[in-house]
């Protein structure tokens, strides 16, 4: 899903992404700017570690804790229905929201470890649909160049190729596409066109949508 939905009244725009591709640093620069522009914008990340299902998911993402394939999937999917409500408050006070991963990221990742994929997206159906997806491309073998890999658990080029395999299966003609191995500077303008489009074009009062749609 991406761009496909209008919403009530302002945008969420989610980045799906293979590790290091450098989506963090570019979320927190779109969401100044977006500021610079007048725009009430704000950062959201998943998983959101601040949280007590965060802290278990924290602790397993760091080899702290071992848990199940599908216990900690599920987790990740609690994670982001505990701040559905807030999600959806935010978005009709007219802030947009720059969220760095959501569903597609629990589906790419868990489904990588040979979970069903349809299994996957189940307890995702009913989250709010994002206005737009961006997907900062880089390959397994470029991310593991930029280093720092190796740290958490999923940080390994095997398990990354069988994400970017799973992302393509999750990918539509909706998902903007940027290439994220280009320079910073030149990611940074491409999705600043992209986003502030969005926004702008987005329409108010329609319904929200929610996955799957
Ligand atoms: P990040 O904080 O963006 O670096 O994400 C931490 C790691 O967790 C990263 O390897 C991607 C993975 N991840 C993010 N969201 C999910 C999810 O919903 N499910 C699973 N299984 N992994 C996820
Ligand atoms: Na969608
Ligand atoms: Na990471």
Redesign the pocket.
Known sequence: ??L??QRSLNSQLKFPCLDRCGKTSQCSRLVSYLEGQGQSAELWRFPDRSTSVGQMISSYLSNTSQLDDHTIHLLFSANRWEKRSLMETKLKTGTSLIVDRYSYSGVAFSSAKGLDFEWCKAPETGLL??DL?VFLDISPEKAAERGGYGGERYEQIEFQRKVAKNYEVLRDA?WKVVDACQPIEDVEKQLQEIVLDCVMSCQKGKPFSH?W?
Do not use: K, R, Y
Request: no cysteine; hydrophobic share 50%; proline share 10%.
């Open positions: 899903g991406a496909a939905v649909d994002p997806v909706s996955l749609s």
